[in-house]
């Protein structure tokens, strides 16, 4: 039943249905803020999945290779530098 949250369902939820949930599962969700009942369901039925490579055209092959992360620094240190070569 509470396996099939998406974490989208989580975030919408009331915090009654989050309440039902977390008791679902043991908890006791008496002493949970809403945050609180949402990070811990999160943790417990969103399977967690690797961030997937950014795709953007007119990037060199290798950075497809690079972490999310990198690549996001490559694309913004390449945007920073033509708005400068722009500006001079």
């Given at each position: 039943m509470a396996t099939s949250l998406t974490a989208r369902d989580i975030l919408t939820m009331t915090s009654e249905d989050l309440r039902k949930y977390v008791s679902d599962f043991g908890q006791d969700p008496k002493s949970m803020s809403k945050t609180d009942m949402q990070t811990w369901l999160m943790e417990?039925?969103?399977?967690?999945?690797?961030?997937?490579?950014?795709?953007?055209?007119?990037?060199?092959?290798?950075?497809?290779?690079?972490?999310?992360?990198?690549?996001l620094q490559y694309y913004l240190k390449k945007r920073r530098t033509k708005k400068e070569f722009e500006l001079a």
């Open positions: 417990k039925v969103v399977p967690s999945e690797p961030a997937s490579p950014l795709e953007i055209t007119g990037m060199p092959s290798f950075v497809s290779k690079l972490t999310p992360e990198l690549q």
